[in-house]
């Protein structure tokens, strides 16, 4: 069995600084997938970036970048520069063997950016 | 480009009716899932298919049924709605690829079972 834990449940940024959201994740796989999506308000489900269990890489997408650390079992997001339209709900997840069609999700922090 | 179409958007059910929530998907996507989100639990897997003819059950699948006759089209069945059914349902679909593909979400259907 796969599981995500977000410990953070809401947090605060100001806009046009940094923040990370944290993400720790417990699989029994070799290879695995990790997405990272954010949830406005409106409620759609948008697909940030992703980060391969076998890739040495730190994924990066824009002004979104995941900080992998393996040993640790840690994928944290990384949003630089802060908008307002940051705002949202983000839910890390977790596939197996690239099996998309399988993701276990946490249960989601809340961003608020501040003006 | 339509992408994942779920209909409706809204229902509100009485205890003990049926019903089925739709997902269309234009993409000639093989995989297809369905998740129901919780508040404060995040998106939990109810059924999935991997191909026309092809289903399987996630985490949650009680009380719910599915079946997947064509690649387009991937029903969910409330065969006796209950008020612990009251949620919000995505559907999702995806195609296999490598390193990775993405999964795309439908808008969500938020029913309410009283």
């Known amino acids: 069995a796969q599981k995500i834990t977000q410990t953070q449940p809401g947090m605060f940024v100001q806009e046009k600084e940094a923040v990370t959201l944290d993400c720790t994740y417990d699989?029994?796989?070799?290879?695995?997938?990790l997405f990272w999506y954010k949830q406005p308000s409106s409620g759609e489900m948008i697909f940030l970036i992703y980060?391969?269990?076998?890739?040495?890489q730190n994924a990066t997408e824009g002004r979104y970048s995941l900080n992998f650390q393996k040993a640790r079992k840690s994928a944290n997001l990384v949003i630089s520069a802060s908008q307002l339209g940051d705002s949202a709900m983000y839910f890390c997840?977790?596939?197996?063997?690239?099996?998309?069609?399988?993701?276990?999700f946490g249960k989601g922090t809340l961003l608020t950016v501040n003006p | 480009n339509a992408g994942v179409t779920q209909t409706p958007k809204f229902q509100v059910l009485k205890t003990g009716q049926s019903m089925t929530l739709q997902c269309a998907q234009d993409?000639?996507?093989?995989?297809m899932s369905w998740y129901r989100q919780d508040p404060g639990m995040g998106l939990r897997l109810i059924h999935y298919s991997v191909g026309a003819g092809i289903t399987d059950q996630g985490e949650v699948p009680n009380g719910y049924n599915v079946s997947r006759s064509t690649t387009e089209d991937f029903p969910l069945r409330l065969l006796s709605a209950a008020p612990s059914q009251t949620s919000v349902y995505f559907c999702?679909?995806?195609?296999?690829?490598?390193?990775?593909?993405?999964?795309?979400f439908g808008q969500g259907t938020r029913l309410t079972v009283v």
């Open positions: 699989t029994s796989d070799q290879s695995y997938g």
């Open positions: 997840a977790i596939s197996g063997g690239g099996s998309n069609y399988k993701l276990t």
């Open positions: 993409m000639n996507h093989e995989y």
């Open positions: 980060q391969g269990s076998y890739d040495e």
């Open positions: 999702a679909s995806s195609s296999w690829g490598r390193p990775y593909t993405e999964a795309f």
